[in-house]
């Protein structure tokens, strides 16, 4: 197959590529050429992706079987990728995220109630758009019209140009811009006896997914012709948060134990500013079945190369969005000897 990804030089896309072209695949980058990453042999587009329309040639050119767009954010991305390959390619498969889902807008606190889990690709999805468009930082600078329902409406109604969208959990691993396991990682290097936790996030479930895993996925999305007009998301079995840290401990080589608090036991301003009641996490049984997958790299061997690139990329910190106190050492202390 000729395949045309938009993106694919940052964090996850990287291994997108590796594993396409493992199967075999033809693979043509379109980015602008500001991230470099050790990729193998594949041609390259230089272009900007809000003037897609304007490769309309170029693309056609590459007699494309299927486009896969890893950086389509909001409804104007959405329509725009649409008018640039429709006639050009067979399929787009579009990078989604589980933040789609009801359940994420409870933890929000923008909707109400708790919602059942697993979520399954047939839950209900949020009722309010827009998920980070007040918030005064988002993660990995995604704009304020953010929106990935729309995108996913939008892609799924072209009865033209056929779509596959799949909706990723947190991803971990290799090359992590937010760098997800260096808050608990650096407290077990600085050989911290305990690593205290609010009870409400100890006891919190959510779905994760190692970044190889998840090329792997995405690969198997791209390729497989049971994927058209299908929604799949993916994620390892859930676990707590106390004992996925704890995990990260063991493989760490750390000593120290996790401890779990109720909340008046901490300051005021340690609050979790999210609904901790509401867990997160899903069935990924839709593509284990119809599309074979299943992660190619177990869990302990990606918490450890995770744990490696951590340890060798101390600067790369995970942004203080939510929780800035993570490493406040002094209140730890305090806490623990009440």
């Not at 389509?72 to 429709?86: G, H, I, P, Q």
């Not at 996925?244 to 063991?250: D, N």
């Not at 609050?271 to 996490?281: G, L, R, S, V």
Request: charged share 25%; proline share 5%; aromatic share 10%.
């Amino acid at each position: 197959m000729k395949i045309l990804i938009i993106g694919g030089t940052n964090f996850i896309g990287p291994f997108v590529v590796r594993h396409l072209v493992t199967m075999g695949h033809g693979v043509t980058l379109f980015h602008r050429g500001n991230t470099k990453a050790e990729l193998p042999e594949v041609n390259h587009v230089y272009g900007d992706r809000a003037q897609l329309n304007d490769y309309k040639s170029q693309f056609e050119s590459l007699s494309l079987d299927v486009v896969i767009d890893m950086i389509c954010y909001t409804e104007s991305d959405a329509r725009m990728l649409l008018n640039a390959f429709k006639g050009i390619t067979r399929r787009v498969v579009v990078i989604s995220s589980m933040d789609v889902y009801r359940a994420y807008g409870v933890i929000l606190g923008q909707e109400s109630g708790v919602v059942e889990l697993p979520l399954t690709e047939d839950s209900a999805l949020r009722s309010s758009l827009y998920p980070f468009k007040d918030m005064p930082q988002r993660a990995l600078n995604v704009p304020a019209d953010y929106e990935k329902i729309l995108v996913e409406r939008v892609v799924m109604s072209e009865c033209e140009l056929p779509g596959t969208i799949v909706r990723l959990p947190m991803v971990y691993g290799i090359n992590d811009p937010l760098s997800r396991l260096s808050p608990y990682l650096q407290r077990m290097d600085d050989k911290r006896d305990a690593i205290v936790l609010l009870d409400s996030i100890a006891k919190w479930r959510g779905s994760y997914g190692y970044v190889e895993n998840i090329g792997y996925a995405i690969a198997l999305a791209v390729t497989n012709e049971k994927a058209k007009s299908r929604i799949y998301h993916v994620g390892e079995p859930e676990t707590s948060e106390q004992e996925r840290v704890s995990k990260i401990g063991e493989i760490a080589g750390w000593k120290g134990k996790v401890v779990s608090l109720p909340q008046e036991k901490f300051p005021s301003d340690w609050n979790f500013p999210f609904n901790t009641e509401q867990d997160w996490f899903v069935d990924s049984t839709r593509i284990r079945q119809e599309l074979g997958y299943s992660e190619i790299v177990p869990l302990e061997e990606a918490l450890k190369r995770t744990i490696q690139w951590t340890r060798n990329h101390p600067s790369i910190q995970m942004q203080p969005l939510v929780a800035p106190w993570l490493l406040d050492y002094a209140t730890e202390d305090a806490v623990l000897k009440q």
